[in-house]
């Protein structure tokens, strides 16, 4: 009869590592448009230099919120616990 608890063969464990990264798409890692410096010589220039600086800060913003949100989604799978299997496979 032979005795499972005097078995000298090794339970070997093994782990896979799987690295996720995170698809973050083209279109939002293209850089920041640049500031105008063209010379603002009436109000009206400086008031459409205003606007367009507006809204390029917009657009830029609203990229860099989307990459920190696809960030923070993969922030889960990054700190998970890891998980022994049970029946030791």
């Known amino acids: ?3 499972t608890s005097c ?3 090794k339970v070997v464990y093994k782990t896979e590592v799987q690295y996720v990264h995170p698809e973050i798409p083209e279109s939002i890692l ?3 448009d640049v500031i105008p ?3 603002i010589q009436t109000n009206g220039d400086l008031l459409m230099s205003y606007i367009s600086l507006q ?3 917009a ?3 609203s990229k860099v919120n989307s990459i920190r949100m696809i960030l923070q989604s993969y922030e889960g799978i990054y ?3 890891v ?3 049970e029946n030791g496979e």
């Open 1 to 3: 009869m032979l005795m």
């Open 7 to 9: 078995a000298t063969e």
């Open 30 to 32: 293209e850089q920041c």
């Open 37 to 39: 410096s063209g010379s």
């Open 55 to 57: 809204s390029s800060y």
């Open 59 to 61: 657009i830029c913003s």
């Open 79 to 81: 700190n998970s616990d």
């Open 83 to 85: 998980v022994q299997p």
